[in-house]
């Protein structure tokens, strides 16, 4: 069982490589195709876009074939993805190029977290925030490496390709490992879009999780940039404020099993969601320039949870008789928070526009204080639920012993 852990947080922390190494290089990017920051932006929609189409079909392929066949599959794709990234010419060869890089992660992104229900069911432990900070981690070791690329002039190519062959050999290294499900039968394999659409619960994780993403994407775009026009850092210093988000959250993801044991999910997401929303509008309302870290760190530990029990719910929920399921449901909820990492950057900079950003800033403290009552609300849903579940037992109890 300690081998399908660490096989698990170890495809956590590789995907969270690729991620943090290829949007750190953007300014090479922009250099090698000559765009400018309007055909830079409508290019990087083609990540989310490649996302969020993985994430609504990739549940499904998890039902048929399970978690490591499509974590597998994904990998590999992602080692072809990146190279193909680092040769673009054209601000429309970068949009397509993100689309296919973006499909590869979104795919992986659902594998793994359905890998991570069964180790999580298997164990009877709540370490799902435990395996989100892999990801953390991953990403700042894939943003540290960026660094070092753009820093000794290495270019797109030899970097990316660098990166493919690092998750080539660790995932063959760890896939074996992986814990396996059998594949879903019958009623089971059948695509459930019509039928989540009408669970509520699932709507309520799904806004839990999108609520985050919007924070997390509005933080990873405008934090530097408010550190320099609103607090008056140079851009070094202002670097940090993101950096200091990521390490808090993953800092605090460590000791998520813990937290978990000691309060419920529903009191994690609360508080979670209220300290997020201090720490950004502390930040925004007083005009101290070492306010920013302050904020930007409590809102990273603040939102540490709300992802990763977003979805470990979800696979709850979707559980079937067997013990086994919640991969269509972990779809479902993923592709909601994705759109997420797509809208709210533009939200952000669209109120920015009109206000200024620190009003922009104290906005997202409004998204993540959103969390709290939602919860509440995820929370009477599942309860529903179960007692629907419970009563629609009895009476087929009932019917069989007459």
Known sequence: MRAERWSVFVIFAINGIVVGSWAPRMPTFAAQIGANEGQLGLALLGGSIGMIAAASTTGRWCARSGARLVILVSALATVVALPVLATV???????????????TVGMLDVAMNVAAVTVVRRTGRPIMPVFHAGFSFGALGGSMGAAFAAGHDIGL??????????????????I???PREEPATGEAQRPADRRMLRRPVLWL??????????????SGDWSALFAVRERGLDEAAAAVTFSVFCVAMALVR????????????????????????????LTAIVPVAALAY?????????????????????????????????????????????????????????????????????????????????????????????????????????????
């Open 89 to 103: 010419g054209s601000p429309l060869q970068l949009g397509a190029a993100l689309v296919l890089l973006g499909a």
């Open 157 to 174: 190519l030899d970097h990316f390709l660098v990166v493919s062959a690092l998750v080539l050999v660790v995932n063959l290294a760890v």
């Open 176 to 178: 074996r490992f992986v």
């Open 205 to 218: 994780l799904g806004t839990i999780a999108l609520c985050s993403a919007i924070v997390e994407g509005a």
């Open 254 to 281: 460590l000791v998520g099993e813990q937290a978990e044991r000691r309060w419920s999910q529903e009191r994690l997401l609360i508080a979670g969601s209220l300290t997020a929303a201090f720490g950004l509008l």
């Open 294 to 402: 302050v904020g930007f760190a409590l809102a990273g530990g603040g939102l540490a949870f709300a992802f990763p029990i977003a979805l470990n719910l979800a696979g709850a929920v979707g559980r079937r008789a067997d013990g086994t399921g919640g991969e269509h449901e972990i779809g479902f909820v993923t592709t909601i928070a994705y759109s997420g990492f797509l809208i709210g950057p533009p939200i952000m900079g669209g109120v920015a526009h009109l206000t200024n950003l620190e009003v922009a800033v104290a906005f997202s403290g409004v998204v993540a204080a959103l969390i709290a009552p939602v919860a509440l609300a995820a929370a009477a849903a599942r309860r529903r639920e179960e007692a629907i579940r419970e009563k629609q037992l009895s009476g087929r109890s009932v019917a069989g012993r007459r």
